[in-house]
C-alpha cells in the first residue's frame, strides 16, 4: 500500500521560507517521479512542481518558477520542496502525489490515487 507522508508546513510572513518534506513507504521509490500540489481555500488542485525518478529533471508551474526547489532522496524516500520568497498567494494545503511513470513530465497531470494527509503552508503577515 501506498503511503505518503507530508510535513514542514506552518505560517510564515511574505518573504520568507519553508521546507516540506514527503516520506513515501510502499513502491519502489526511485522507479517513480514525484510532484508536489496545492489547494488553497475555495480553489482547484494546482500542480506544483514535478521531479523524475532519478532527481535530474524537475518541472515547475510558472506561479513558483524561481522560488520553489524540489528535490529528492531515493536512500530516504523522501522527497522535498523548498519554498522561498512566499507569497500570500502560496497559502494552500501541499500534497506529495506519487507519479504513475518515472518521466517527471508526465508527474506535471497524471498521479496515483494515493493522498497523503497534506501539510498546510499559511503565508500571512
Known amino acids: 500500500e501506498v503511503q505518503l507522508v507530508e510535513s514542514g508546513g506552518g505560517l510564515v510572513q511574505p518573504g520568507g521560507s519553508l521546507s516540506l518534506s514527503c516520506a513515501a513507504t510502499?513502491?519502489?521509490?526511485?522507479?517513480?517521479?514525484m510532484s508536489w500540489v496545492r489547494q488553497a481555500p475555495g480553489k482547484g488542485l494546482e500542480w506544483v512542481s514535478a521531479?523524475?525518478?532519478?532527481?535530474?529533471?524537475?518541472y515547475y508551474a510558472d506561479s513558483v518558477k524561481g522560488r520553489f526547489t524540489i528535490s529528492r532522496d531515493n536512500a530516504k524516500n523522501t522527497v522535498y520542496l523548498q519554498l522561498n520568497s512566499l507569497k500570500t498567494e502560496d497559502t494552500a494545503m501541499y500534497y506529495c502525489?506519487?507519479?504513475?511513470?518515472?518521466?517527471?513530465?508526465?508527474?506535471?497531470?497524471?498521479?496515483?490515487?494515493?493522498w497523503g494527509q497534506g501539510t498546510q503552508v499559511t503565508v500571512s503577515s
Open positions: 521531479i523524475s525518478g532519478s532527481g535530474a529533471i524537475s
Open positions: 510502499g513502491f519502489t521509490f526511485s522507479d517513480y517521479a
Open positions: 502525489r506519487k507519479g504513475k511513470n518515472y518521466y517527471g513530465k508526465d508527474a506535471r497531470t497524471a498521479w496515483d490515487n494515493a
